[in-house]
């Protein structure tokens, strides 16, 4: 039951944005002022779920294309995981990016200054073919396959409750808060079918991925070829954080594409790839360890994070006799939170701070 005094949050979706926004959520005296339920067909546990997407990432940051509101989120984002390495959810990892172009320092202008010691190699560096220049720095990586439950067992010990259910529109979710209540929709790809929603805008940006064991991969490496600001093919290599000697190669980047079965000649060129960008991958060492396909949640312009007040049939109008025209309908308020795309991890606290934020401020008196 909801205390008197509490606002009852029902957040639907359990990836790493609805998880994030119910902790931010319950931080402090959040917990006694908010009763918080986390409503999703997928859970944290579900780590073989090709349903949604947060099992798959890589799951560190990079740099991807980003206006102002985005690398506000994503500097917000470094610098929270970047706490966070001591309690060892966190790997902090060294990093070089190659690019196809000439200018390193042009291209990394907007995010230099949102990594740890970042350099430009000098001119005389071994550059991989393709690559004309390149930078190194320090980033990190999470494992959600440890990360995703460990935010839940966090969320239980605050007193969050975990209801296993898919939901056909956002009018069942405002009906599940109450009244006084309030929606997160973090639903991922789940938005373009959620009735109410129906955001056409969101689509699918199918990622295929090879998870190997090989130690002696301790750098995260990526290229990005000249020509190709947005490839359907990139190549990038991983170690996991967590657990040690695992490394998550890639991959691809292809748009409206919801095939999550394996394609072996994709996978055969993703190995091929990254074991020329890093040699190690190719000592005898290195074992297969899965094959995966994840469907990241992209959208039109971006993520929706913006809220929303929608009208939710009141208690009394679901018994026809008792409904009055003028009163058949309260106010729901709910704050969407969805379409992230590539970088549902690097944006998840920044983002998730902007969510909570407007939820309080819209919340009525
Ligand atoms: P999801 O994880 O898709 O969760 C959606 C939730 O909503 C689920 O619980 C689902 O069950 C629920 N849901 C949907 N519809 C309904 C409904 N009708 N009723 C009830 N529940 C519903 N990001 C990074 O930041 N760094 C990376 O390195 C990175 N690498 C990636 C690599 C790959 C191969 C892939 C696939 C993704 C990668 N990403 C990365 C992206 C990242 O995984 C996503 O941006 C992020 O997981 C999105 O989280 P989300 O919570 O918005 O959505």
């Known amino acids: 039951p909801t205390h008197a005094s509490q606002t009852h949050v029902v957040i639907l979706g359990a990836g790493v944005i609805g998880l ?3 902790h931010v959520l319950t931080e402090g005296d959040g917990s006694s002022l908010f009763k ?3 409503v999703a067909r997928d859970m944290p546990e579900d780590l073989n779920s090709q349903a949604f997407a947060s099992p798959w990432a890589g799951a560190h940051w990079s740099p991807m294309q980003a206006d102002d509101r985005l690398v506000r989120w994503e500097k917000y984002t470094f610098d929270k995981f970047w706490s966070m390495i001591p309690t060892g959810l966190v790997r902090r990892l060294p990093s070089r990016i190659y690019f196809g172009v000439e200018d390193a320092e042009k291209v990394s202008a907007w995010w230099r200054g949102i990594v740890r010691d970042f350099r430009v190699f000098p001119s005389d560096h071994p550059f991989p073919a393709e690559a004309r220049s390149g930078v190194q720095f320090e980033t990190f990586s999470v494992n959600p396959g440890v990360y995703l439950p460990w935010l839940k067992s966090e969320l239980e010990s605050r007193g969050v409750t975990f209801v296993r259910r898919r939901l056909n529109s956002l009018d069942e979710a405002c009906e599940l808060a109450g009244e006084r209540g309030a929606v997160i929709n973090a639903t991922g790809l789940g938005a373009r079918s959620l009735f109410g929603v129906e955001d056409t805008k969101v689509y699918p940006v199918r990622g295929q991925t090879v998870l190997v064991y090989s130690p002696n991969v301790t750098e995260a490496v990526n290229i990005f070829p000249a020509g190709t ?3 359907s093919e990139a190549t990038y290599v991983i170690p996991r954080a967590s657990t040690p000697g695992m490394v998550l190669i890639g991959g691809t980047y292809q748009s409206n594409n919801w095939d999550t079965s394996l394609s072996i000649p994709t996978a055969r060129g993703i190995l091929a790839r990254a074991k020329v960008l890093v040699p190690a991958l190719a000592e005898p060492t290195t074992r297969i360890h899965a094959h995966n396909v994840g469907l ?7 993520p929706r ?4 007040s929608v009208d939710v049939p009141s208690e009394d109008s679901l018994t026809p006799e008792l409904s009055d025209a003028s009163a058949d309908t309260k106010a729901g308020l709910v704050v969407h939170a969805y379409g992230f795309g590539s970088a549902g991890y690097q944006q998840s606290w920044g983002a998730a701070e902007e969510v909570v934020r407007l939820l309080k401020e819209n919340l009525p008196q």
Do not use: D, F, L, S
């Open 20 to 22: 994030t926004a119910a």
């Open 36 to 38: 918080v339920t986390i």
């Open 229 to 231: 600001t947005k490839p």
């Open 296 to 302: 990241r949640p992209a959208r039109e312009g971006g």
């Open 305 to 308: 994070v913006e809220v929303q």
